[in-house]
């Protein structure tokens, strides 16, 4: 193997699920991360199952968009059926659990609200769900690597600390969006009752006005009889 070819070899099994020319796929370490939106009806609850494994990490984090009170009961248990969290009726909420092995529920409860129904986000974050696969695996089919005077575990460590600032940005921008969406409701709820009660003032104003013109002209009107 040449070393130009050494060189391609060690930079493409860098790369995360990209296949290279000595036919070895590499793979990081990553979080996995998923987001959803949720139409929650008045008076139901949604229950989600997530499969964990044991020494991994799950974060939740949940907002409520649009909806009466922007509030929610939120609940997760382990799969034992232990109670781990227990919110009650607040409008977001984050929550980190260190798992084992089995699936862990949690729910989403509006059967305190009657009329209103509830549109709620939430993000799921999964950390050290690693496949079977060794990504470590690559290194044994890298030879010569000295000869290079490269350090493929630094060039890794660089990748991976890009990758991992990308995947924050990401959910960064993420909430961001899910922030963004909760207040443009909130200011169309209150664009529509400024608009409603600034037409019941006009009513009113209209109505005090035909009536103040009413009883000014009948002081003016001469209601007696003239005999000639």
């Known amino acids: 193997m040449t070393p130009v070819r050494r ?3 060690a930079w493409l099994v860098s790369l995360p699920l990209a296949w290279d020319s000595c036919g070895v796929q590499a793979a990081f370490s990553q979080a ?3 987001d959803f939106t949720l139409n929650l009806p008045a ?36 799969p034992s059926g232990q109670l781990l969290f227990n919110d009650q009726r607040k409008s977001d909420g984050v929550h980190t659990v260190e ?23 939430f993000e799921l974050i999964l950390d050290n ?24 575990e630094d060039i890794m460590d660089t990748i991976n ?10 959910q960064i921008q993420t909430l961001l969006r899910a922030f963004e969406a909760r ?22 104003m209209v109505m005090v006005s035909g009536v103040q013109v009413y009883l000014v002209r009948s002081l003016f009107e001469d209601k007696k009889k003239i005999r000639t």
């Open 7 to 9: 060189f391609l070899c």
């Open 32 to 34: 996995m991360d998923s």
């Open 43 to 78: 008076g139901r609850k949604e229950c989600f199952y997530q499969t964990m494994k044991r020494d991994a990490s799950m974060e939740i984090e949940y907002q409520v968009l649009d909806g009466a009170g922007l509030d929610v009961d939120f609940s997760i248990f382990s």
């Open 99 to 121: 798992t084992e092995d089995g699936d862990y529920m949690f729910c989403f409860d509006n059967t305190f609200s009657t009329v209103s129904d509830k549109l709620v986000f």
């Open 129 to 152: 769900m690693d496949t079977d696969e060794d990504p470590e695996n690559w290194k044994e089919y890298v030879h010569g690597i000295d000869t290079l005077d490269m350090k493929l």
């Open 161 to 170: 600390n890009v990758k991992a600032r990308l995947s924050k940005s990401v």
């Open 183 to 204: 207040d443009r409701n909130i200011q169309e709820s209150n664009f529509e009752r400024v608009n409603f009660w600034s037409v019941v003032n006009l009513v009113v």
